[in-house]
């Protein structure tokens, strides 16, 4: 009997959250699903895949291997040479051009025929935006310029 007195309970729990809307409140709150899509092909997603896990990188502890292992992966090993000199004289981070790390970031396709440009436009704290060209191989889909300007304007 005590079991199912608590069973009744239970049952009577749930369908008074129910009633009250908790279960919908929830659901409301939570808002619309969102989705994301890419291809591995893409230059454009690979470029946003690559500042997406690097941010996620720089900002999580024990981040530092990652980042090396990305900078391997999407970099040519021309650029991360390069890279690392401008780092050791801007004493900042070369992929961010920034001590800090950006709260968000957005790629956005900015053409060239022989290869791949886009615009980050890195989001930092109070809503201050930064942008950075880079510049992506076609074939090896490689990284080999950062900057304020693109590789042709450098």
Same mark, same amino acid.
């Given at each position: 009997?005590?079991?199912?007195?608590?069973?009744?309970?239970s049952?009577? %729990? =749930?369908?008074?959250?129910?009633?009250?809307? *908790?279960?919908?409140t929830?659901q @409301?709150?939570a808002?619309? #699903?969102?989705?994301v899509?890419?291809?591995?092909?893409?230059?454009?997603?690979?470029?946003?895949?690559?500042?997406?896990a690097?941010?996620? %990188? =720089?900002t999580?502890?024990?981040?530092?291997? *990652?980042?090396?292992?990305?900078? @391997?992966?999407?970099?040519? #090993?021309?650029?991360?040479?390069?890279l690392?000199?401008?780092?050791?004289?801007?004493?900042?981070d070369?992929?961010?051009?920034?001590?800090n790390?950006?709260l968000?970031?957005k790629v956005?396709d900015?053409?060239?025929?022989d290869h791949t440009?886009?615009?980050?436009?890195?989001?930092?704290?109070?809503g201050q935006?930064?942008?950075?060209?880079?510049?992506?191989?076609?074939?090896?889909?490689?990284?080999?310029?950062?900057g304020?300007k693109g590789?042709?304007?450098?």
């Amino acid at each position: 009997m005590n079991t199912t007195k608590a069973t009744r309970r239970s049952t009577l %729990a =749930v369908g008074l959250a129910l009633a009250l809307g *908790l279960g919908i409140t929830a659901q @409301a709150s939570a808002g619309a #699903p969102r989705s994301v899509s890419g291809k591995p092909s893409d230059n454009i997603t690979r470029i946003a895949d690559f500042y997406g896990a690097y941010i996620d %990188a =720089v900002t999580d502890e024990g981040g530092g291997d *990652l980042q090396d292992a990305l900078r @391997a992966h999407y970099l040519t #090993p021309a650029f991360q040479k390069e890279l690392t000199a401008w780092e050791d004289k801007e004493h900042a981070d070369g992929v961010l051009r920034a001590q800090n790390v950006p709260l968000a970031w957005k790629v956005t396709d900015n053409g060239t025929a022989d290869h791949t440009e886009a615009v980050v436009t890195l989001t930092w704290s109070a809503g201050q935006t930064s942008t950075l060209v880079v510049d992506m191989t076609r074939g090896s889909h490689k990284i080999f310029h950062i900057g304020t300007k693109g590789i042709a304007g450098k």
